[in-house]
């Protein structure tokens, strides 16, 4: 473990800030020029598979065939680590958009590029920030694009699957599109909250089968849980 911890502070970390920091660039300049939707994500998701291959962190995908390209959704998935965010981008192999705490705009470079790619930043302090944060959703998911939602909200501290928020799910009854549950099982082991440097390990993505969103809000409650049941399937019992 020495040897890796070597590695990574005297090559890896290096090389990953560098591609950080050239991702980003190329991102913001490939938006402005020629808009979010390609350059918004495939920068990002080879950026996101240079991390996985550099940090010796395999990603298995099981369930592709549950979802096509063409079709929007909404995809929610459990929150065990910062590897989730690579699992996701390099190995989804969907083209779609974050919804993301608003503080994480703050980050130098990396914040600004998100804006420019699109994403959504979530700001529910006022009234009129939660319109203007649908208001961003509504026109990325009108030009059929997809989303990503951690509806924990945070990472979880302790491996487990916590309760979920409501807002992926009042943007899939909004705008009538499907919830997809994602299963992230490994990146707990891999680079847990409480960690500053990851761990070689193997990550399971699970994409599981759509869920059609109820066509009003009265059924929230069952669509949460119906979703949050899926996700658990594909773990270990949590104790």
């Not at 910062?82 to 981008?89: L, Q």
């Not at 909004?174 to 909250?193: Q, S």
Request: glycine share 8%.
């Amino acid at each position: 473990m020495i040897f890796y911890r070597i590695y990574q502070i005297l090559f890896m970390l290096p090389l990953l800030l560098t591609a950080t920091i050239i991702t980003a660039l190329i991102t913001i300049i490939g938006s402005i020029l020629f808009g979010g939707r390609w350059w918004g994500y495939w920068p990002a998701h080879c950026w996101a598979k240079l991390f996985c291959i550099l940090s010796f962190v395999r990603v298995t995908v099981k369930g592709r065939e549950n979802i096509s390209k063409g079709t929007s959704y909404v995809f929610v998935a459990n929150h065990q680590g910062a590897y989730d965010i690579f699992a996701i981008y390099g190995y989804l192999g969907h083209n779609f958009k974050w919804m993301m705490k608003k503080a994480l705009e703050r980050i130098p470079l990396v914040g600004y590029s998100c804006r420019r790619a699109g994403h959504i930043y979530v700001d529910n302090r006022t009234p009129a920030a939660i319109r203007q944060t649908m208001a961003d959703a509504e026109r990325q998911l009108a030009g059929g694009m997809s989303v990503v939602v951690f509806p924990e909200g945070s990472r979880t501290l302790d491996g487990k699957v916590h309760a979920f928020r409501r807002g992926a799910y009042t943007l899939a009854v909004e705008f009538g599109l499907p919830v997809v549950p994602l299963t992230i099982d490994g990146a707990y082991k891999v680079m847990p909250r409480t960690a500053l440097l990851p761990r070689p390990g193997h990550i399971t993505l699970t994409i599981h089968r759509p869920i059609e969103a109820p066509s009003d809000g009265h059924e929230m409650k069952s669509l949460i849980e119906t979703s949050r049941q899926a996700i658990l399937s594909a773990l270990p019992p949590q104790d």
